[in-house]
């Protein structure tokens, strides 16, 4: 007869395996719903970027030249949805297609239940970033500007961005006061179009994982500014230096032991002199003094 404690026993290390192969499905099902989560995220963004790129492309009649899906300056892994160059100065355009309702509470705006506050900081930042490749006579023309992709939003603006709509968003530029002939426009395409289409790898361009700096940048990003590097001034060596002859040695040891002889010697013929005078040295004698 078989003891119960060993059938108890039986297929013990199968089910822990089991066990183990059951926990590791689980993380399994729970990485494959994050990853087609965010899989789903990158399709509507991609969608709704060619969205407003479509309602961009209307500025276009009007002088307006279109910059998409170019990189951010001093980033390696960032991109800008869009750069627009007209008349009206020069426009970066980040696009989020997000659904919900948008509430503006005073400088604080939201969408749905998600708050822009990161995404202003970016778009700043990233006007910041386009800016200091503008000379300078244009860079208080540079705007940097949030489009919703699907909630019609008249424009406005929260701190130095402005947010508006996808069906708004070409009134908007349209809009601007003109600041740029059709000359400065074509320059200014072309310097921007040189900084912001320069390839910077073989890593993709793409927004995820880039920390929302705290505040604007300044106009020149520290990034940029490098600073000269120094290198070590090597002083000739002169000729001899740090070696001594031992024959100047001693001849300057024997002039010390010359001059030493001769002051002991002109002592000495001063001591044995009358009146301690030195020979040669003319006598002054006192005569008394007499009365007339």
């Known amino acids: 007869m078989v003891p119960r404690s060993s059938v108890q026993a039986a297929g013990r290390g199968a089910a822990e395996q089991a066990r183990k192969h059951a926990a590791r499905a689980e993380e399994l099902r729970r990485e494959l719903s994050r990853v087609e989560r965010e899989q789903r995220n990158w399709e509507a963004g991609a969608h709704g970027e060619r969205l407003v790129a479509e ?68 778009v700043a930042a990233a006007t910041a970033a386009v800016t200091a490749h503008v000379p300078a006579r244009h860079r ?26 996808r069906g708004e968003v070409a009134q908007l530029l349209r809009a601007l006061p003109r600041v740029l002939a059709p ?30 700096p705290r505040g604007v940048p300044a106009a020149v990003p520290r990034a940029a500014v490098r600073r000269p590097v120094r290198r070590p001034v090597r002083r000739p060596v002169r000729r001899g230096a740090g ?35 030195l020979p040669g040295e003319p006598v002054v004698t006192q005569q008394p003094l007499t009365g007339p």
């Open 183 to 212: 000359r400065e426009v074509e320059r200014l395409v072309h310097v921007l179009g040189r900084e912001l289409t320069a390839p910077v790898g073989d890593e993709p361009l793409t927004g995820a994982g880039v920390p929302a």
């Open 140 to 165: 208080r023309d540079v705007l940097g500007v949030l489009c919703l992709v699907q909630q019609p939003v008249a424009a406005h603006e929260v701190g130095a961005v402005t947010v508006v709509g």
């Open 55 to 122: 309602a961009l492309a209307a500025l276009e009649a009007d002088g307006w030249t279109l910059l998409h899906d170019v990189r951010w300056p001093g980033r390696r892994r960032a991109n800008l949805d869009h750069v627009a160059v007209g008349p009206g100065g020069v426009v970066v355009v980040d696009s989020k297609n997000w659904t919900g309702a948008v509430a503006v509470l005073g400088d604080e705006s939201r969408v749905g239940n998600r708050s822009l506050a990161k995404e202003l900081a970016g």
């Open 243 to 277: 070696r001594r002859s031992p024959r100047g040695a001693l001849a300057r040891a024997l002039l010390v032991v010359l001059a030493a002889l001769v002051v002991l010697s002109v002592s000495q013929r001063w001591a044995s002199s009358p009146g301690g005078v």
